[in-house]
């Protein structure tokens, strides 16, 4: 993934899933639920190069103090090795 990649998320009844593209992936998608602040959900993702990868991520959400939010990721792959962190931040769009 990387800067370029862009999420989609969607969240009802402490379910959540969602879309993402951008940078290597062509498209992407996950699922899981939402207890409290914690997400814990599967990925699965198709990239540019035609490759197909899956993995598992558990994310704390939090509020920053402008109200977007944030989530602290711990990854790691399962089709693969592979694992990690990362930070996801929601992007608003600025009034021109």
Same mark, same amino acid.
């Given at each position: 993934?990387? %800067? ?40 699965v993702q198709l990239k540019?190069?035609?490759? %197909? ?20 990721e711990t990854w790691e ?5 592979g694992a990690g962190t ?11």
């Amino acid at each position: 993934m990387g %800067t370029r990649t862009r999420f989609t998320y969607h969240e009802k009844d402490g379910e959540i899933w969602a879309e993402y593209a951008g940078g290597d992936v062509v498209r992407g998608h996950l699922v899981g639920t939402r207890e409290s602040d914690r997400l814990d959900f599967r990925y699965v993702q198709l990239k540019r190069d035609g490759t %197909t990868s899956s993995g598992h991520c558990v994310s704390t959400v939090t509020e920053l103090p402008d109200g977007r939010v944030r989530l602290a990721e711990t990854w790691e792959w399962e089709s693969q090795a592979g694992a990690g962190t990362s930070v996801v931040e929601q992007v608003t769009e600025h009034a021109p």
